[in-house]
C-alpha cells in the first residue's frame, strides 16, 4: 500500500508561482509512476503530469512551458512547480502513484490540495 499527502495549495493572483509536494510512504517501489492530476467543479479529471523511474516526464497541453514535475526517489518525494498561473488553473490537485499489479495498473490518490489563481 503506498500512502500520498500533498502540501503546498494556496491562493496565488495571476502571473505567480506555487509549489506542490507530495510525499510517499508505505510499499514505495522505485519504479512507481508518479502523477499529478487536477479537477474543477464540474469538469472531468485531467492528467497534468507525469514522471517515471526513468526520468521521463510528459505534460499536458495546457500546462506545457509553465509546469515542471519532478521526483526524489531517495526521499519518495514527487513535487510540480508551476509558473505562470492562470485562473484556468483554478482547481483541486491531486498526487497519483500508478504501480502495474497484473493486469493492469493500481492508483494511489492523496487528499488532494486546493489551488485557487484570481485575476
Known amino acids: 500500500q503506498v500512502q500520498l499527502a500533498e502540501s503546498g495549495g494556496g491562493l496565488v493572483q495571476a502571473g505567480g508561482s506555487l509549489r506542490l509536494s507530495c510525499a510517499a510512504s508505505g510499499t514505495v517501489f522505485s519504479n512507481i509512476v508518479m502523477n499529478w492530476y487536477r479537477q474543477a467543479p464540474g469538469k472531468q479529471r485531467e492528467l497534468v503530469a507525469t514522471?517515471?523511474?526513468?526520468?521521463?516526464?510528459a505534460y499536458g497541453d495546457s500546462v506545457k512551458g509553465r509546469f515542471t514535475i519532478s521526483r526524489d526517489n531517495a526521499q519518495n518525494m514527487v513535487w510540480l512547480q508551476m509558473n505562470s498561473l492562470k485562473p484556468e488553473d483554478t482547481a483541486d490537485y491531486y498526487c497519483?502513484?500508478?504501480?502495474?499489479?497484473?493486469?493492469?495498473?493500481?492508483?494511489?490518490w492523496g487528499q488532494g490540495t486546493q489551488v485557487t489563481v484570481s485575476s
Open positions: 514522471i517515471n523511474s526513468g526520468g521521463f516526464t
Open positions: 497519483n502513484a500508478a504501480i502495474f499489479v497484473s493486469p493492469g495498473w493500481r492508483n494511489y
